[in-house]
């Protein structure tokens, strides 16, 4: 029993982080339907971003997630102007081409500027605190990263379903030149969507980076999985995001534990073909 409570809150504390960082990308797709292939780039951002400020100014992650969710608003937002805009409109491959481009800019110049050393920041105010829960020994970075993840995520999902500017997203999402004849400045929407995608990203780095090391690298395996969550889930469905975040890490956790852990991501790209064939808009697309 011990066991499987401890996989079981692997598994959820996973998903719900998975959640948060596909949300983002989920957006951005759904709404303006490009693939941000710098999406976990710009995590890897967030992550130095916060390891810096907690290596040279004493800013614990606990605190500066503020800081790197803002920055990351910022950067996706300019990002967005000055390259994204551009592709929009013309050949369906010019928008992922940019963004892959972004992706590998971001990444080398990371690399470039901080070597390929794995940073970890230590003394954090989290640090290596543990709680039990049902014999589960819980890590408490982890698990504050996963409920504040849903905490942002169903702050997102208020924006998007009940205020005018989410119903200005869902209009644009549907049908943007509808929207721009209903006075819908769709260009506002489509730099705001890029940004809140890059500050989703921004605030799970931000707390990320209280447990996890930081290096160039770091942002693949979460794009990856991130692009299987939005296309499991639903193309711009933030509760599709966390469901199959969830899913997918609770199928992670379960199959490296009770199989073994070199096929957990074979079960996970499993499950996502399952569905796919089932169901190509995902669980919960609109």
């Not at 951005?28 to 971003?49: C, P, Q, R, S, T």
């Not at 942002?219 to 296309?231: E, Q, R, W």
Request: charged fraction near 10%; include cysteine; hydrophobic fraction near 60%.
């Amino acid at each position: 029993m011990t066991d499987f409570t401890q996989v079981l809150a692997d598994g959820l504390m996973n998903g719900a982080i998975y959640g948060l960082v596909a949300a983002g990308l989920s957006l951005i797709w759904g709404v303006m339907d490009v693939i941000n292939f710098a999406h976990g780039e710009f995590l890897m951002v967030a992550m130095y971003a916060c390891y810096w400020l907690g290596a040279l100014a004493g800013i614990d992650p606990m605190i500066s997630w503020v800081l790197t969710g803002a920055f990351l608003f910022f950067l996706s937002a300019l990002s967005y102007k000055l390259v994204v805009r551009r592709c929009i409109g013309k050949a369906a491959m010019a928008p992922l081409l940019a963004t892959f481009g972004l992706s590998i800019f971001l990444k080398n110049f990371c690399l470039n500027r901080f070597t390929p050393n794995f940073r970890l920041l230590s003394g954090t105010a989290l640090g290596d605190k543990v709680v039990r829960f049902m014999g589960a020994r819980v890590p408490v970075p982890q698990l504050v990263t996963a409920l504040f993840s849903v905490v942002v995520l169903g702050a997102l999902y208020y924006l998007i379903k009940h205020t005018r500017t989410g119903w200005a997203i869902q209009a644009t999402a549907m049908d943007s030149e509808a929207a721009e004849l209903m006075g819908i400045d769709t260009e506002r929407i489509f730099t705001l969507v890029f940004g809140l995608g890059g500050m989703c990203v921004g605030i799970a780095g931000g707390f990320m980076t209280s447990y996890l090391p930081v290096f160039p690298e770091v942002g693949a395996l979460f794009s990856l999985i991130a692009f299987v969550v939005v296309a499991l889930g639903g193309f711009g469905s933030i509760p599709g995001a966390l469901f199959a975040a969830l899913l997918i890490g609770l199928v992670e956790s379960f199959a490296g534990f009770y199989i073994a852990p070199v096929v957990k991501y074979v079960a996970v790209f499993a499950l996502y073909l399952a569905v796919i064939l089932v169901r190509p808009k995902g669980l919960f697309g609109w």
